[in-house]
C-alpha cells in the first residue's frame, strides 16, 4: 500500500524557512512523479512544485525563486524548502505522488506564516 507522510509544518515568521518532508512507504522511483500542493482556509487547492521521474522540476509562479523542490531516493522521501515565506504561503501543503493515473495523497501538514 503507499502510503505518503508529510512533515515539517509550523509557525514560523515572514522571511523565514521552512522545509516540508514527505516520507513514502515505497520506493518513489517508482512513481511517474511527486509534487506538493496547498489549500488555504476558503481557498481551492493550488498546485505548488513538481518533480518527475526524470528529476525535472515545476514551479508555479507563487514559488518560484522561493521554494526548492528534491528528493532523496535512498530515503524515499521528497521535500519542499521553502524559503523567505509571506504570510500568503499561509496553508495546509499536501504531498502527491503518482503512478500512472493514480493519484496518492498525504494528510497534509500546516504551514503558518505571521506577519
Known amino acids: 500500500q503507499v502510503q505518503l507522510v508529510e512533515s515539517g509544518g509550523g509557525l514560523v515568521q515572514a522571511g523565514g524557512s521552512l522545509r516540508l518532508s514527505c516520507a513514502a512507504s515505497?520506493?518513489?522511483?517508482?512513481?511517474?512523479?511527486m509534487g506538493w500542493y496547498r489549500q488555504a482556509p476558503g481557498k481551492q487547492r493550488e498546485f505548488v512544485a513538481r518533480?518527475?521521474?526524470?528529476?525535472?522540476?515545476n514551479y508555479a509562479e507563487s514559488g518560484k525563486g522561493r521554494f526548492t523542490i528534491s528528493r532523496d531516493n535512498a530515503e524515499n522521501t521528497m521535500y519542499l524548502h521553502m524559503n523567505s515565506l509571506k504570510p500568503e504561503d499561509t496553508a495546509v501543503y499536501y504531498c502527491n505522488a503518482n503512478i500512472l493515473a493514480r493519484d496518492y495523497w498525504g494528510q497534509g501538514t500546516q504551514v503558518t506564516v505571521s506577519s
Open positions: 518533480i518527475n521521474v526524470g528529476g525535472k522540476t
Open positions: 515505497v520506493n518513489i522511483f517508482e512513481f511517474n512523479g
